[in-house]
């Protein structure tokens, strides 16, 4: 059973999962931590948080674990072999994935937690780093229905629109139908400013204007002031958005769908990526139609 005197352990203290563990610890929860960057939970440590000083250490001491990582390969990293999540977390410890990962990777650990009487989610989340500060993130989970009962008030705490969306692996499957989503709605944002921009418009009172009617998506009203404010800072990092259009195509491909609107944001970004700008914000793909 999940309480408040249940310890949760958090592997990843990015820009989103220092945040989600934050509000977890401003709930009341006693936090452990481990990340390859200690610097980078100094934070929460000092809000008492408990460092830990391996994923192996951290799994013995929590009874519930987060992982908020890179790619899936830093996830195959923290849950298998032998100093992984899964030898060493107890029987019954709850382990929520919530990076976004490849659905196949996710029914792979629940698999392998099985065996060891582990229980195992996939929750990636949506919202950037505004969501994850304010606990108002879309979390898609896949996993047991008993499983997310019992740890959904710690995703009420991090998040607004929690929804099972089916077993393991559904929850990375709908993170790649968001981000197939945002991938040309974010060429259509950088593409209408430029135009504006050339009609001689004031851009800022053409969001005004078109950013609540039928154009209007996440991208318009939050990325776009952005750009225009010359903000490239992450909220999200072109280099995790190409890895999101990579796992989606490669997924695609798996299910016989050809996606050309995503190839061409693959390709758009990569070539942003190219020019440095893997560890800036999305919005950065501005740079390119405005000829940087």
């Not at 032998?82 to 629940?110: C, F, H, W």
């Amino acid at each position: 059973m999940v309480s408040k005197e249940s310890t949760i352990g958090i592997i990843g203290a990015g820009v989103m999962g220092k945040s989600m563990a934050r509000n977890l610890q401003k709930s009341g929860y006693p936090i452990n931590v481990f990340t390859r960057t200690k610097e980078k939970a100094r934070e929460l440590l000092e809000n008492n948080a408990t460092w830990k000083d391996s994923v192996a250490e951290l799994a013995k001491d929590s009874d519930v674990i987060i992982t908020m990582v890179g790619y899936p390969s830093d996830v195959e990293g923290v849950y298998f072999g032998s100093a992984g999540i899964i030898e060493n977390a107890r029987q019954g410890t709850y382990v929520i994935d919530m990076t976004t990962s490849k659905p196949t990777l996710a029914v792979e650990i629940a698999r392998k937690a099985k065996e060891r009487n582990i229980h195992a989610m996939d929750a990636p989340v949506s919202g950037g780093d505004a969501g994850a500060k304010n606990g108002t993130l879309a979390i898609m989970v896949g996993g047991g229905q008993e499983s997310f009962d019992e740890v959904r008030p710690l995703f009420e705490i991090m998040g607004e629109n929690i929804i099972l969306q089916g077993d393991v692996g559904a929850g990375q499957h709908t993170k790649m139908v968001n981000q197939i989503a945002i991938a040309t709605n974010m060429i259509g944002v950088c593409e209408a400013i430029v135009y504006a921009k050339k009609a001689g418009l004031n851009p800022s009172l053409v969001l005004d204007s078109i950013s609540t009617g039928a154009a209007g998506s996440f991208s318009l009203s939050k990325l776009a002031p952005r750009m225009l404010a010359g903000d490239y800072e992450p909220g999200f990092y072109v280099k995790h958005f190409i890895k999101d259009m990579t796992i989606a195509l490669d997924s695609a491909e798996e299910m016989g769908l050809s996606m050309p609107g995503v190839e061409l944001s693959h390709q758009l970004y990569k070539e942003l990526a190219e020019k440095g700008e893997n560890d800036s914000g999305t919005q950065a793909l501005i740079k390119l139609f405005e000829g940087y």
